[in-house]
């Protein structure tokens, strides 16, 4: 055992860039809670105002600087009995153990301050919580590494032992393909990679992001400062239509391409140099110029893999794939995303993951095309409906709109059910769906935890049910299959469960 390792049992604080670190995410928290009085007040031309205010700036620095100082006095982390401690709290002192079998992934992160200074910021995450369990603010890369190998050394150890059990109760364990505790590079992205990644991202959803902030800041402005920018602008267009009207169109073009640079370059930035590794049983993403982040997830905690591509990926060969584990709360971000990948990347990811996968014979169920009624209906009689009243009432040309509306979505209905697929094997789930773009999602049936088959009475009128399959890291749902299909495929999911002997937990 190292020096270093044998450390960790001992009770210690972080590195002391940890004050700086504190100091900054209360100063931080600060400033989004003040920026609107601190601009009101550079504003104004009121002097006396101004050196008051900086006086209070300084005195909450100073404060602030105070409490990060005692803060970090007051924090210790230590390993005892399988278990990483930590004792912290300035008025009221509070202990938390988290048992190591209870930790999923032990994962790293550096922003600027910690690169420049060489430390690391730790996140613990466990199978009980819905976020980070634990962070460390800042301690030295080499004792970070040494914790998570105590880690998963301890878990690793724990497997086996629960294997060899297994063995001696007289039950058949399968042959799973061992893993080298060796580390594989299985893809990189370069920073050609990246601006291709970047220029097939989905440029609409910043748009609006922009143009929300851009609102959020107009309002802002109009409480705190009286601006009523909103009455100014409408004012300025009512009197001069033709500029109004000039002024719309250059907006359209200006919020795409501001959408366009601040993508590619927020691209850039958060997966400059990404690597993705396997070292040992663990799968783990490394990525960031400016935040550098090191993201672990264990094979065994796998739960789906999703691969998705669009028309401007198709153009690149590019693959956008993510890799869902195990969680208490679905909705919190604890998977692994690569942003572009290749198709040899791809499948040798996947070859990696889920031997055997590519060569697999897969029975093939599609929806009913009463999906794909259903789908025009909602997304397309309906909508064009509402716009042909509002044009109508209110005398606008925009009802020729509606007549757009409606042979879109029934070319987009058409599209989305012929690829609307489940996909069948005795060891996997496959669900493929996409209009103009596909998405690809794999679960191994062995992890499923529930199905359920439910059916609205529209359905059930015709022999159509819905299809849900559960898993700890999200679930399938297959709406509108035959009834009868449904039912089967609950039955053999269910029963390839039951007979199987292998474990993810």
Known sequence: ??????????????????????????????????????????????????????????????????????????????????????????????????????????????????????????????????????????????????????????????????????????????????????????????????????????????????????????????????????????????????????????????????????????????????????????????????????????KSKIQIMQWDTSPLKKLFGLFQFTIFQATPDVRQNKSLFIPGCYQPQLDQTLDVIVPGFRDADFSTHKMHPRFAVLMVVIFGFLPAAVLWGIARWQESPLQWLALLILPLSIWMGILYQKKRKLKIHPDYLLSESGIFGNTTKLVEIFKVQTVTVSASPFQRRRGLASLDIFTAGGHLRFPYLNEKIARQVRDFVLYRTEIEQRSWM
């Open 1 to 298: 055992m190292s020096e270093i390792t044998n450390s960790l049992y001992t009770p210690q604080r972080q590195s002391p860039v940890a004050i700086l670190l504190i100091l900054l995410r209360h100063l931080r928290i600060i400033a989004r809670q003040i920026w609107p009085v601190f601009l009101v007040l550079v504003l104004r031309e009121d002097g006396g105002r101004n050196i008051k205010f900086l006086s209070v700036l300084i005195l909450i620095g100073v404060l602030s600087f105070l409490y990060a100082v005692w803060d970090y006095t007051r924090y210790y982390f230590f390993v005892e009995n399988n278990e990483l401690c930590v004792r912290s709290g300035i008025f009221r002192r509070k202990k938390l153990n988290v048992p190591f079998d209870r930790i999923q992934s032990v994962d790293f992160k550096q922003n600027l301050v910690h690169q420049l200074l060489n430390v690391v910021r730790v996140q613990v995450d466990t199978a009980g919580s819905k976020g980070s369990e634990l962070e460390l603010d800042a301690i030295d890369p080499k004792r970070a590494n040494a914790l998570r190998e105590m880690v998963m050394d301890y878990k690793r150890s724990l497997k086996k032992t629960n294997e060899a059990s297994t063995e001696i109760e007289g039950e058949i364990t399968p042959e799973v393909p061992a893993f080298q505790e060796t580390s594989e590079l299985l893809l990189s992205l370069s920073p050609y990679d990246l601006i291709k990644v970047g220029i097939s991202r989905n440029h609409l959803r910043s748009a609006a992001i922009i143009f929300a902030f851009l609102i959020s800041l107009a309002d802002d402005l109009d409480q705190v400062m009286g601006w009523n920018i909103f009455n100014g602008i409408g004012e300025t267009t009512s009197a001069m239509s033709v500029f109004g009207l000039l002024l719309f169109l250059l907006a359209i073009p200006f919020f795409i391409v501001l959408s366009f640079i601040i993508t590619l370059v927020g691209m850039v930035l958060k997966y400059y140099d990404l690597k993705f590794w396997r070292t040992g049983p663990s799968f783990k993403v490394v990525a960031g110029l400016l935040t550098r982040t090191e993201k672990t997830i264990q």
